[in-house]
């Protein structure tokens, strides 16, 4: 790098931002510090694009009548720091820049000190420049000057401050709670900490501060959040990071009603700080509604829901299609999607993904043409218009087979399975046909509150029951009779608010009767001296006067996400890791020195 004489800042101090000069300042002195954000060499005048995070600033340079300031800007590169002094000009005619907030005025410079130079950017600062997402990551401190990435984070900070605000408003204390502690069951593997004064020991990075914020409840700070860090380490997805951030919250004596009020305020308060209005209360549906209407229990409902056409169909159909007609027949229905290419209705099936036997009928046209009457009911129905793709799912599987341990729920298991196929097809073509259907369009917010969730699932795979949501959740107080005999029939105090066809979070009252907790415990296959070991000191906080209580915890990364309008979380995080759980900045993970893992008593297998 060509070395450059540096000034000194000494005294000297900003006036203004590169963001605030309007035409109501013409005529005042200014003094601007900031990056060279772009220069144009006109000969006679030098003008430079100086730019901080609050906006960009033109400054001119006028070299005929100062030579010693004309040689010195003349060493300005991109990136270069530098401090300018000068006087406020209104720009005239096509000189004004519309496009940016300070575009009426300029910065005639009289004197300019370097603070700073820079290396060549490993790449340009434009935001309408395509980089390598390894390259930004690597050097993490200059993408994040770029505006974009600018505008992000800005907005995150506003979102974090408008929850703040709101709960604090509403009475809620922000209150730490540790990360070097035991492993909490949210059910993802723990982040390990090995503890060098207690050798072959270790704490776990929370994945949530789940058990810490309850035994708040119980020490009688009755309405708790925190914006708190998780460590989750799981395999990554696009919208997973190891380390992600939670706005989290717990209050006592609530009905699920008082927490989603809570919820929805804040929202609101964030979404009008990333510039929208959304309107309160939430919809709220039951789980098993859910299921049947829209196959999942996260529906995205800018679309259509699902249609059962089972009454459609006339007797002899049902064979002739080879489908069974004790399930539910499903008709998808994506709007204004248009006449499918030959190739295009082929490639849905490799979409589908069949659960226990659900089969797809993605050329509705062959069933129009063999089975009229049943298909143009199957439109009615669906309320299918002229240019709307319809698809149908149904089930193969003859009735009858085994009884399943959840047989008895609402939902059946081979009902569920084929709505649980539908419902993805019914995302996936979405996904596929948003530029036709445009229901996904910038700005359109349906948010949900999903309610009522069963509280166990059936872990095919070992053969038990596990907790739906986490071992804390309340049964509903009418299915507690049903803990032992018929666990799928259990549903808990829990709900998920769900926005756009994703979980933005998910809580539950919570179980605050130490004898109840043991049930629960005994219903999850835990020993009773498995529970008290892994749990021990939380039944006992039980005994001590714990008040009803309950909570949610919200990801803060996935709003500001949708918020930014990003198509990944790593947008929004300052500094994210990799697919691959990596920080590429500051290349971590590492080994560490023989003498460090000596000290901690632990040895490293060879891999
Ligand atoms: N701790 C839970 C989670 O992270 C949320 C809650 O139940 O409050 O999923």
């Not at 004197?111 to 390259?135: C, H, Q, Y």
Request: glycine share 8%; with cysteine.
């Amino acid at each position: 790098m060509e070395s450059v004489p540096l000034d000194f800042l000494g005294e000297l101090r900003r006036t203004h931002t590169c963001g605030e000069l309007r035409a109501s300042d013409a005529g005042k002195k200014a003094i601007l510090m900031g990056w060279v954000h772009r220069r144009r060499d006109l000969g006679g005048v030098i003008f430079i694009h100086l730019r901080d995070r609050d906006g960009v600033t033109q400054l001119v340079f006028h070299a005929d009548t100062d030579p010693a300031l004309h040689a010195k800007v003349s060493l300005l590169a991109a990136e270069y720091v530098i401090a300018v002094e000068g006087r406020v000009k209104l720009r005239t005619g096509e000189t004004i820049n519309p496009a940016i907030p300070t575009g009426e005025v300029e910065l005639v410079a009289e004197k300019l000190w370097i603070l700073n130079e820079s290396r060549t950017p490993p790449f340009p600062m434009e935001e309408t420049v395509d980089v390598k997402e390894d390259a930004r990551l690597k050097y993490r401190y200059v993408d994040l000057r770029r505006p974009q990435m600018q505008r992000n984070i800005i907005l995150r900070s506003k979102i974090a401050f408008a929850v703040r605000e709101t709960l604090t408003n509403l009475g809620f204390l922000e209150i730490e709670t540790p990360f070097m502690g035991r492993s909490t069951p949210e059910g993802a593997r723990d982040y390990l900490v090995p503890s060098r004064v207690n050798p072959g020991t270790f704490y776990a990075l929370p994945q949530s501060p789940q058990i810490f914020k309850q035994l708040l409840m119980v020490s009688g700070f009755d309405k708790y959040f925190q914006i708190v860090r998780c460590f989750r380490d799981e395999d990554l997805r696009a919208d997973r990071q190891p380390e992600f951030t939670q706005i989290d919250l717990e209050m006592s004596y609530p009905q699920p009603e008082r927490v989603w009020e809570t919820v929805e305020g804040f929202l609101a308060a964030a979404f009008q700080a990333g510039g929208y209005e959304i309107r309160t209360p939430f919809p709220r549906m039951d789980y098993d509604e859910a299921i049947r209407q829209y196959g999942i229990d996260k529906p995205d409902l800018r679309l259509p829901p699902l249609t059962d056409a089972r009454d459609c169909l006339a007797t002899g159909d049902f064979e002739q299609l080879a489908i069974n007609r004790e399930l539910p027949v499903i008709a998808i229905r994506i709007p204004n999607v248009g006449e499918l290419s030959r190739k295009e209705r082929d490639d849905i099936k490799p979409m589908f993904v069949s659960k226990a036997g659900a089969r797809v009928f993605e050329d509705f046209k062959r069933i129009e043409n063999r089975f009229t009457e049943a298909a143009a009911r199957i439109r009615q129905k669906a309320g299918a218009g002229p240019g709307d793709l319809l698809v149908l799912v149904a089930g193969s599987a003859p009735p009858g087979g085994e009884p399943h341990p959840a047989g008895k729920r609402k939902v059946t298991p081979a009902e569920l399975a084929i709505y649980a196929s539908a419902g993805l097809l019914r995302v996936a073509l979405a996904q596929k046909y948003a530029d036709r259907h445009r229901l996904f369009q910038k700005g359109i917010f349906r948010f949900l509150w999903v309610t009522n969730f069963p509280m166990f699932e059936y872990d095919e795979q070992d053969r038990r029951w596990v907790a739906a949501h986490h071992p804390f959740t309340s049964p509903h107080e009418e299915d507690m009779d049903k803990l032992e005999s018929d666990p799928g029939m259990v549903r808990a105090l829990a709900y998920d608010v769900v926005l756009n066809g994703t979980e933005l979070g998910s809580g539950s009252i919570r179980i605050h009767r130490q004898d109840i907790q043991r049930k629960i415990f005994h219903a999850l296959g835990m020993t009773e001296e498995e529970a008290k070991s892994r749990f021990g000191f939380f039944l006992e906080a039980l005994e001590y006067g714990t008040p009803p209580h309950g909570g949610i915890a919200l990801g803060l990364d996935r709003i500001a996400m949708i918020l930014a309008g990003a198509d990944s979380l790593r947008e929004v995080i300052p500094f994210p890791k990799t697919a691959a759980a990596k920080d590429l900045m500051v290349d971590a993970p590492t080994p560490v020195t023989d003498a460090q893992l000596r000290e901690l008593g632990i040895s490293v297998m060879k891999h």
